[in-house]
């Protein structure tokens, strides 16, 4: 068990924040977890993947723990699904290229998204028309305080656009250890969302293939998502507003341009990227923080930004969009 302390959580976020953890250990097998759980206190207590989906906003006064479980296995199979189980500590766009090889079908549409394993199930990751919940089997959680392994089925999880119990309910009780995804021996092909089929038919493909799907989203994403690697981001930080018919028609009467997706005959989802552009935010830049020029649903920080400084700007987003529009933006992001 390496402990380390007073430790700077910037290579670990990829807003690329620099706050301190008190104390940052890593866990890589169940033992060495209850270990740490029963050494040191444990509140307050996070849990880390990727850092990915996370704004730090002041230095963490407790444990930092993060996740370093790793192993895929084909646990069984029947005659229409593989059924392979992912420690939480796998980087997710590794195992979606590992499911790529062997022909295991159903995660193609959400190659690229950065994190890890444990996360896919916290907000339902989708992207492309998929989400976890379509591809899900089960997962295996320790609980915090009774350090007893408690097996989620898909009602168990109670997933939702972006929510699960894991944000709910149980918020901060359980520590996902893996993940079980039930894929497909036979690809049902998912092109119908944005720009696949254009970009599809742009690399020339002949044959339809997960391979080639995956591909295409790829090429999507790298060409409006911008590479924390290089600018610091956690993806969108709010939510698309679903909202109701009625509201949907009085923005439509004033912006017969206004995109959408229909969630069912009362509802309608509108992408916060439109509502957040309308409002004169795209590209827009201040010292180190900024709205991303092709997709100002993502915030940035272009090198040394404070987690306040992001929200101070999220929260005049929110402000705009209010007043131009009457729909109120719900963040996305973690905020800690
Ligand atoms: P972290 O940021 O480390 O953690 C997120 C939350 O989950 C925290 O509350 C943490 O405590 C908790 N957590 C993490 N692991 C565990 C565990 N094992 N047990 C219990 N709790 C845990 N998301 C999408 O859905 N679709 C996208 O298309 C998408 N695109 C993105 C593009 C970019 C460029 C970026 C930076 C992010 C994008 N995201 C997207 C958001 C992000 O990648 C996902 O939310 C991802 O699942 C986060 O994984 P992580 O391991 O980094 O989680
Ligand atoms: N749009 C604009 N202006 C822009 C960009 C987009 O008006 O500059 C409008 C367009 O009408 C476009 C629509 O927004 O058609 C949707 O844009 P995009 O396809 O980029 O997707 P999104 O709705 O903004 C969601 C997810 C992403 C996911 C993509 C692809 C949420 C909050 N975001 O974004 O997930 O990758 O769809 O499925 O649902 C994430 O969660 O971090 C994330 C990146």
Request: net charge negative; charged share 25%.
């Amino acid at each position: 068990m390496n402990i380390q302390e007073n430790i700077s959580l910037k290579p670990f976020n990829t807003f690329g924040i620099d706050v301190i953890a008190k104390v940052f250990t890593t866990f890589s097998s169940k033992e060495e977890l209850t270990d740490v759980l029963n050494t040191y206190q444990k509140n307050p207590l996070l849990i880390l993947g990727g850092g990915s989906n996370i704004l730090f906003t002041k230095n963490f006064d407790g444990l930092v723990l993060k996740n370093e479980l790793k192993g895929i296995e084909l646990v069984k199979e029947d005659d229409e699904y593989y059924y392979v189980k992912a420690a939480a500590g796998e980087v997710w766009h590794e195992f979606v290229l590992h499911c790529l090889e062997h022909n295991y079908a159903g995660i193609e549409n959400l190659s690229l998204i950065p994190g890890n394993v444990g996360a896919s199930p916290m907000q339902n990751i989708g992207a492309y028309g998929v989400e976890i919940k379509d591809v899900f089997y089960e997962l295996e959680a320790y609980h915090i305080q009774s350090h007893a392994i408690q097996t989620f089925g898909l009602k168990d999880c109670e997933f939702g656009y972006r929510e699960s119990v894991f944000k709910r309910k149980f918020k901060d009780q359980f520590i996902i250890l893996n993940v079980t995804y039930k894929l497909r021996k036979q690809p049902v092909f998912h092109t119908s969302y944005g720009a696949i089929e254009k970009e599809l038919e742009k690399m020339s493909v002949k044959e339809l293939s997960i391979k080639a799907i995956s591909q295409a989203v790829i090429n999507i994403r790298s060409s409006k998502l911008p590479d924390p690697k290089v600018v610091g981001n956690a993806g969108s930080f709010f939510k698309n507003p679903i909202v109701s018919k009625f509201r949907w028609h009085v923005i439509w009467e004033e912006y017969r341009d206004i995109p959408y997706y229909t969630s069912d005959n009362y509802h309608y989802k509108i992408p916060a990227a439109w509502l957040i552009e309308q409002c004169g935010w795209k590209g827009y830049r201040r010292n180190d923080i900024g709205c991303n020029p092709l997709q100002p649903l993502v915030l940035v920080n272009y090198g040394n930004a404070t987690g306040n400084e992001i929200i101070e700007l999220s929260e005049q987003i929110i402000q705009s969009v209010k007043q131009k529009f009457g729909i109120e933006l719900e963040k996305e992001v973690n905020i800690i």
